[in-house]
């Protein structure tokens, strides 16, 4: 593979010597880019040795005016090792001001980001916050390690050994493809029923982990469908996005888009009940108290179930309580492969936020769960199983 490896002015520059020689003898072909800080720790001709190319450094001190585009172009991935704090804020903010941070914002491919700095610049706010933003935009993170840093401190900040880092970009590279060739089917978001022409039943779902399972899906070269309720999200970029209101809407748009769905996954929040006859007038406060009548609304999760063929079918299952034995309930009583579960009621995971813990109920009997992380991050943590998974099922079929 093609990578470039991007360096960072601090003293773990020397680690990414090391980096680049076992990128080599993977195999791999490494460009190094180095930040005119980082010259200030390692000689360009350090990487230059190791790598067997002229190393990039200065922005206009290269033969053509447009070699950072063409760099990005030629290359397949892009890793930053050691990623300081002001490296990391610069691709956060996307400012470009040196060979590194202009290739940054031209590379469309995948990214993993090795940060290490001082463990009080790694806890600071604004890091933590561009570290965040970085995370959502689907880049990958190879976590600092914890121990003595160069400063005399002890704590996170320290880079991650070489091999972690090779491990990473591996698999990252791996993700790229192994959706391609498939369809991927999704809901997301809340649905909204009517109870007048101007009032609606609806719920907290914001609609965030089926969008970034819509993103993680396109990013490993699936055609993904997302069936969207009314959500306040931007589509992701390259899928198809088909907005619906009500359950009932939503049901014939997922009927409609079964047939060439290889993966199903129902992340949506659909309204259980809903009013079936809905007055054409607003209703008026006429009356000192009323009372709702509601019916069911078409449960198409099960009905998916019923339908699934050798599609693999994953279900939700947001609960305050029992995770465990409800998503397994709904596993069994709607046919699915997969649920995934979620507590929701507590503060800062579950339905609005970007962040979320889940556990997976397989069909296979095991229960993976998923420790707490973007949304984006956990989408790609379900592929991941969701993939596995398949294996396991065709080799229990004998397929
Ligand atoms: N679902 C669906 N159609 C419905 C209701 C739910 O497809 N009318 C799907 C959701 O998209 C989710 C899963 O079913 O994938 C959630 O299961 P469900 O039993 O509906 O969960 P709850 O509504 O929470 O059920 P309960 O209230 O019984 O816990």
Known sequence: ???????GGGIAAYKSAELARMLMQQGHQVQAVMTAAA???????????LTGRKVLTNLFAIESAIEHISVAQEHELLAIAPATADLIAKMAHGLADDFLTTLCLAFTGPVVVAPAMNVNMWQHAATQANLETLRKRGYRMV??????????????????????????????????????GETVLITAGPTQEPLDPVRFLTNRSSGKMGYALAEAAA?????????????????????????????????????????????????AAVADF????????????????????????????????????????IGFAAET??????ARRKLESKNCDMVVGNLVGGADVGFE??????????????????????????????????????????AANGR
Do not use: W
Request: charged share 30%; hydrophobic share 40%; glycine share 6%.
């Open 321 to 326: 309580q029992n995770l465990v034995q409800e």
């Open 219 to 267: 990013a490993r070269g699936a055609k993904v469908v997302l069936v969207s309720g009314p959500v306040h999200l931007t589509p992701p970029r390259g899928v198809e996005v088909i907005p619906v209101r009500t359950a009932e809407e939503m049901r014939a748009k997922v009927m409609e888009n079964l047939g060439p769905a290889h993966i199903v996954i129902k992340a």
């Open 143 to 180: 976590e600092p390690g914890r121990g003595y840093l160069a400063c005399g401190m002890t704590g996170p900040g320290r880079l991650a050994e070489p091999e972690e880092i090779v491990a990473a970009i591996e698999s990252e590279a791996r993700k790229r493809h192994d959706l391609e």
């Open 39 to 49: 010259e200030e720790f390692v000689r360009p001709l350090t990487f230059a040795a």
């Open 1 to 7: 593979m093609k990578i470039i490896l991007g360096v």
């Open 353 to 394: 936020s970007d962040q979320n813990e889940v556990i997976l109920v397989l069909r296979t009997g095991e229960t993976i769960p998923l420790a707490r992380a973007s949304k984006r991050e956990i989408a790609d943590r379900i592929f991941d199983q969701v993939l596995k998974l398949r294996l396991a099922l065709s």
């Open 274 to 313: 809903h009013l079936s006859k809905v007055p054409e007038q607003k209703v008026k406060k006429t009356a000192a108290r009323i009372s709702l009548e509601l019916d069911p609304t078409p449960d198409i999760l099960a009905e998916l179930g019923r339908k699934k063929d050798d599609r693999l079918l």
